[in-house]
């Protein structure tokens, strides 16, 4: 009787730690979180979501521009690094024995780790450069760096827990492997391909630094991906170090739509693998 008393005072205790630690743990985000609410939310307004900047000094004005190219900048990275991300994932979990597999990681792993504004130096080398000017398609670029490590991943985790019987089927009736991955096995796994896809724009929409590189940031709202291009972390960025306290309360009501966008799309992720 003493040891299941000794055993259930145990258990009781170190549900109790990890209650603890779980707290200790989200606390930081939850007061961060809370914070950008309460300075942000009271600042949303329909000039913020409809009108552009003001010049400095002026109050009012709105982050049209931002919101408009954080859109177009995110999706044509996701646009760009879907195939490759895919791909990649395709060779790693279908093709083990491919004698690039070991390379591909290694790059795949380094890109992953690479620090956000290391990318966005490399998108300056290979697209701002050669363009001769900053343009919302190098931005784009820089994003598709961020997103291709992690839909490779994801891809590779998704297609290894599609049952090989699956694959065995396809090539029993005479298909060729390829023909079974695209058609068998891929459908198998649209699910977690998806979510895979929707993580890596939620991670990609919320960098700056990148950008500075590349879009660069422009007040007036524009379409083409070739011209300099506004987002909403670079206007956070640069409307938060800026000395006007119109500035800095718009700069909070920026987070909270980037919060915003970000809890969607991973609402999103989780309502499409419900149930899968």
């Known amino acids: 009787m003493r040891s299941l008393q000794a055993r259930y005072t145990r258990d009781r205790l170190i549900l109790i730690v990890v209650i603890a630690g779980t707290i200790l743990a989200a606390l930081p985000l939850t007061l961060v ?3 950008a609410l309460v300075n942000g939310f009271s600042s949303l307004n329909w000039d913020f979501f409809t009108k552009g900047p003001k010049p400095p000094g002026e109050l009012g ?3 049209a521009p931002a919101i408009v190219g954080t859109l177009i900048i995110t999706g044509t990275g996701l646009l760009i690094a879907t195939p490759f991300g895919i791909a990649a994932g395709i060779l790693l979990a279908e093709y083990p024995e491919n004698k690039l597999n070991p390379t591909l990681r290694l790059l795949s792993d380094t890109l992953n780790g690479m620090p956000a504004v290391l990318k966005g130096l490399l998108a300056y080398v290979l697209v701002v450069k050669a363009q001769g000017s ?3 398609l190098s931005g784009a670029v820089a994003m598709a760096f961020i997103m291709v490590p992690i839909i490779a991943k994801t891809t590779e985790s998704v297609l290894k827990l599609v049952p090989w019987n699956i694959r065995e089927a396809g090539l029993a009736l005479g298909l060729p492997r ?4 695209l058609s068998l096995v891929l459908p198998a796994a649209r699910a977690g391909v998806v979510t895979g896809l929707l993580l890596a724009t939620a991670r990609a929409a919320g960098e700056a630094a990148p950008l500075i590189f590349t879009a660069f940031g422009n007040s007036l709202l524009t379409y083409n991906l070739l011209q300099p291009m506004d987002t909403l972390p670079l206007r956070l960025y640069a409307y938060a170090i800026s000395p006007y306290e119109d500035w ?8 909270v739509v ?10 999103l992720a989780r309502w499409v693998t419900r149930g899968r």
């Open 33 to 35: 979180l809370g914070y």
């Open 61 to 63: 004005g709105g982050m």
């Open 134 to 136: 900053f343009s919302g």
């Open 178 to 181: 390829w023909r079974v991955i």
């Open 248 to 255: 800095h309360r718009q700069a909070w009501a920026a987070a």
């Open 258 to 267: 980037l919060l915003g966008l970000i809890v969607l799309t991973s609402l």
